[in-house]
């Protein structure tokens, strides 16, 4: 036996294509799907129910085509050939010409459903539950084995060390996709009503074709995240997939990554946050405390100085009030030569109520003594 290279091989059969006649001006019809631009060629698929054929647009050939007509879901028909890579042992169909031929099944089907869902309010923002800002269980539905999960896993656990995430394997292209999805989603609300609360689920994938996201785009699908009692969602494919979960989910992320970051928040920056605020109030709570110190001890300076002030007053007043006593003492005025009538306890101040042969007391500055009346003269008022 003399075996080929696989460069002889390759080669062998890109010759056989290039130059197959069969093969040059050959109309095709199909659907568009996973439109792509690179060195200005523009690159997609032509696909039908059951087979998918790699298409190109030469950069030299765009600027005669009407490329408005190239739309993911459209119909159309083109003319080219055959275009086979040796090296890369691939063909692709080289396009030359493009016409419309309508809209294509998946475009139609997504539209029936979105209008469908929509005519029922399933897409209504007051059904839209809120996306818990603390979750401390997190879903996720998606495949167990793709890139989306491990950028999901990896986004949660670098910024959170708070939440659990558990993980629902799950079919996201291919025939019985919708059927696991529906499944899974199920499945995280018969463990949220177990008693192992979920907060939030992410229902998704990464990018793909038309064909490889459809499956978010099933009616089933989209009922089944509409009668969630768990917050979803919804991260489709790459920021410019819009799918029919994207629409009916309580969120849509753009990508499963951000689908992560809307789901969990960074408890290490509350943390920072926490200690900031702390520090704060600490801070503000000591300065109230020396503010307030500042203003007892200028009311009580205040209150000592009113006390003193007040003090000062009455001791005037009391001094006062002596010297009025002493004023008015009766042994200062006696011991002037003056004296006291005193009769039954009572001091007798006038002549009038003097009564003739009555026995009166008479004090001194130095004593007393008794006295009788024989007379008495009142004097005339001026």
């Known amino acids: 036996m003399n075996p080929f290279s696989i460069t002889q091989f390759n080669e062998y059969v890109s010759k056989k294509l ?19 631009m690179s060195g200005g060629h523009m690159y997609f698929s032509l696909k039908d129910e059951n087979s998918v054929l790699r298409a190109v647009i030469w950069r030299n050939n765009i600027s005669r085509i009407d490329t408005t007509l190239i739309q993911n879901g459209s119909k159309i028909v083109v003319l080219g050939d055959i275009s086979a890579y040796a090296r890369g042992g691939n063909y692709s169909f080289s396009i030359r010409m493009v016409e419309s031929f309508g809209e294509g099944d998946l475009a139609k089907e997504y539209n029936r459903v979105k209008k469908l869902l929509e005519s029922e309010g399933l897409f209504a923002r007051e059904h839209k539950k809120p996306i818990p800002r603390l979750a401390r269980r997190i879903g996720v539905v998606t495949s167990d084995t793709g890139a989306a999960i491990e950028d999901i896993k990896k986004i949660i656990t670098t910024k959170n060390n708070y939440a659990d995430i558990i993980i629902f394997p799950t079919l996201v292209q291919g025939i019985g996709s919708p059927a696991s999805i529906i499944k899974s989603i199920e499945s995280a609300n018969l463990v949220n009503e177990s008693g192992k609360h979920i907060d939030v689920l992410i229902v998704g994938r990464g990018g793909g074709s038309a064909e490889d996201l459809a499956a978010f785009n099933d009616e089933g699908v989209a009922r089944a995240i509409f009668a969630s009692e768990i917050p979803i969602i919804s991260a489709v494919g790459h920021e410019s997939d819009v799918s029919i979960s994207d629409w009916v989910a309580d969120a849509r992320a753009e990508t499963p990554t951000a689908a992560a970051n809307m789901a969990a928040i960074n408890t290490f920056e509350l943390r920072e946050q926490i200690d900031k605020s702390e520090q704060e109030l600490k801070q503000s709570i000591a300065y109230k405390i020396k503010m307030e110190r500042n203003n007892i001890k200028i009311q009580r300076d205040h209150l000592n100085h009113v006390m003193s002030s007040k003090i000062r007053e009455m001791k005037l007043n ?65």
């Open 318 to 382: 009391v001094d006062k009030a002596v010297i009025t006593l002493r004023e008015n003492n009766p042994t200062n005025i006696l011991s002037k030569g003056y004296a006291l009538v005193i009769k039954d306890n009572y001091i007798v101040s006038e002549v009038s109520n003097i009564d003739l042969d009555e026995t009166y007391r008479v004090v001194m500055a130095d004593g007393s003594f008794e006295a009788k009346t024989t007379s008495k003269t009142q004097n005339k008022e001026v």
């Open 18 to 36: 290039n130059s197959d006649l069969n093969l040059k001006n050959l109309p095709l019809i199909g659907e568009v799907s996973g439109i792509s």
